[in-house]
């Protein structure tokens, strides 16, 4: 069993908002897969019940798609065979946890073409496919148009082939993936007395991996989202977490809607990370 949380991105510090690319080996891309085990199911069940919310594709993916799923196949141990009657990005969704979204070059910017998207973090596909990275990002402090002209630009001279990663992380109420609006999640946290919502509080944490796909196909930008009850972190983990929370500036707050759970992140602070 692997370690967890998987990815500890809170202990380099406060959310910041910059690309902060790192590469990564193609072995270590989608295998192995720190989330199958509990995300897959939901993914699958998700698909069945409502597959025109999680998955979608502008005219034109198509080969992009094939090129995509092609390359997530060769990265895995063994190539699953995929379910022929469903389209080929859908049908390799259910063999990893991670979300897959196309993006292909489209009137000089980059452009959310196709997705499957069952872990979306406080959006949904039909808001964002189709949409320019510029769009994407106008939400995030400083996202438009500075972070997008450098993710355009990274997107352009990223080499075919190369794989880099970075995170996102966030606390939420609960541990459903699956989140295209936290309004009624934010509205339970703040409704419950601190002490009951700390054993509740989870950590979100956001893998994004990038790949180059061959010309002319674009981009394969994946999405795996790993949920951990707060009370299972190391006391290291808990601290570090602390100072990361403590260092957050007021923009960062702001967008990640943390208003409402610092009741209960004092609780539980003082509960796994008192002061020294």
């Known amino acids: 069993m692997s370690a967890r949380p ?3 991105p809170f202990m380099q510090g406060a959310p910041r908002f910059t690309p902060g690319l790192r590469p990564i080996n193609i072995q270590n891309w989608l295998a192995p897969d720190t989330e199958a085990q509990t995300a897959l199911p939901d993914k699958c069940a998700l698909i069945k019940k409502c597959p025109q919310d999680v998955y979608g594709a502008m005219p034109g993916a198509g080969p992009g798609s094939e090129e995509a799923v092609r390359m997530a196949r060769q990265a895995l141990p063994a190539a699953p065979a995929l379910d022929p009657n469903l389209p080929p990005l859908l049908a390799m969704s259910l063999h990893v946890s991670d ?3 196309l ?3 489209q009137g000089g910017e980059w452009v959310l073409t196709a997705a499957s998207l069952c872990a979306p973090t406080h959006f949904s596909l039909a808001q964002v496919l189709g949409k320019s990275v510029t769009f994407l990002h106008g939400p995030v402090p400083d ?3 500075a972070l997008a002209s450098k993710i355009n630009f990274m997107f352009d001279r990223l080499p075919p082939g190369t794989i880099v990663e970075r995170f996102n992380w966030t606390i939420q109420l609960d541990a459903t993936r699956y989140m295209p609006d936290p309004g009624p999640m934010r509205a ?3 409704a419950l007395p601190a002490k009951e919502a700390v ?9 994004q991996t990038i790949i180059r796909l061959p010309q002319p196909h674009g981009v394969l930008f ?5 949920i951990d009850p707060l009370s299972a972190l190391s006391r290291a983990h808990c601290i570090g977490l602390r100072k990361s929370w403590d260092a957050a500036e007021d923009t960062a707050r702001r967008y990640k809607h943390w208003a409402p759970f ?4 004092r609780v539980f602070f003082d509960q796994y990370a008192p002061f020294e």
């Open 103 to 105: 993006m292909e070059k």
């Open 199 to 207: 054993p509740r509080l989870h950590l979100r944490v956001e893998r």
């Open 143 to 145: 996202g438009a148009p």
């Open 262 to 265: 610092e009741p209960s992140m």
């Open 6 to 8: 998987p990815f500890t």
């Open 99 to 101: 979300d897959l979204c």
């Open 188 to 190: 339970r946290v703040a």
């Open 222 to 226: 994946c999405i795996r989202v790993c």
